[in-house]
């Protein structure tokens, strides 16, 4: 079934620790995204992806990287945690052809991240 | 860019009332405005969505409808049950980023 794919789900690391979490989807998307956010509050756009080698920053700053080698895999990175990245980091793909008008955009199941 | 705003940011109702929730855009050149239902622990899903060309959409009990003339657009809730308690998100696509910009999302609260 096509779906995207994040792990891990919850995420307990120390400060300093060097963390990536990963992203894949089935969906046959090109673009990829990832949004910060705190439960039930805004959905913060940090990075996104309009395919292969191709990697923008969002609207949020955000210390973490992210990679694009493969068409279905999006991976974000903190090179050093800190308690000021406790969040949820959701995943997204989507897919967009102007020329037919169509959009939809969906979203993987998150990873809760507690940087102690 | 994009911005988008929504309103109200809580709304409480009683089992079997209407809900509605509204929101502005400022890009004119937006043609594509979904909307997002998030239960508590889990991932937004697309729960219906408006393209510029029409001005109204109805999927059972929810509806959207969108005014370009005055950028805004609503999500009309009837016969509201208590699994309707979620957070919803309107959007906006950012036509130049090709990218969704969220409003700032509506807690939605049915009471039995």
């Known amino acids: 079934e096509a779906d995207i794919y994040q792990t891990p789900r919850y995420l307990v690391i120390g400060t300093g620790k060097k963390i990536t979490l990963e992203c894949s989807q089935t969906?046959?998307?090109?673009?990829m995204y990832w949004y910060q956010q705190d439960p039930g509050m805004e959905l913060h756009l940090i990075h996104y992806?309009?395919?292969?080698?191709?990697?923008e920053k969002g609207d949020l700053s955000s210390e973490s990287t992210v990679s694009r080698i493969r068409t279905e895999h999006f991976p974000l990175t903190l090179e050093s945690a800190r308690p000021s990245h406790t969040s949820q980091y959701l995943c997204?793909?989507?897919?967009?052809?102007?020329?037919?008008?169509?959009?939809?955009?969906?979203f993987g199941p998150g990873t809760r991240l507690t940087v102690t | 860019g994009e911005n988008v705003e929504q309103h109200p940011s809580t709304l409480s109702v009683q089992e079997g009332d209407s809900a509605v929730i509204k929101c502005t855009y400022s890009?004119?050149?937006?043609?594509?405005f979904p909307w997002y239902k998030q239960e508590l622990g889990k991932r937004p899903q697309l729960i219906i969505d408006?393209?510029?060309?029409?001005g109204e959409k109805k999927d059972q009990r929810i509806a959207v409808t969108l005014n370009k003339t005055a950028k805004h657009f609503s999500l009309h809730i009837t016969e509201t049950q208590p699994e309707d308690s979620a957070v919803y998100f309107c959007?906006?696509?950012?036509?130049?980023?090709?990218?969704?910009?969220f409003g700032s999302g509506t807690r939605l609260q049915v009471q039995p």
């Open positions: 997204a793909s989507s897919e967009f052809q102007d020329r037919v008008g169509t959009y939809e955009q969906y």
């Open positions: 969906m046959g998307h090109d673009k």
């Open positions: 992806s309009y395919g292969v080698n191709s990697t």
């Open positions: 890009d004119s050149a937006s043609n594509y």
């Open positions: 408006i393209r510029s060309n029409v």
């Open positions: 959007a906006a696509l950012d036509t130049g980023r090709r990218a969704l910009t």
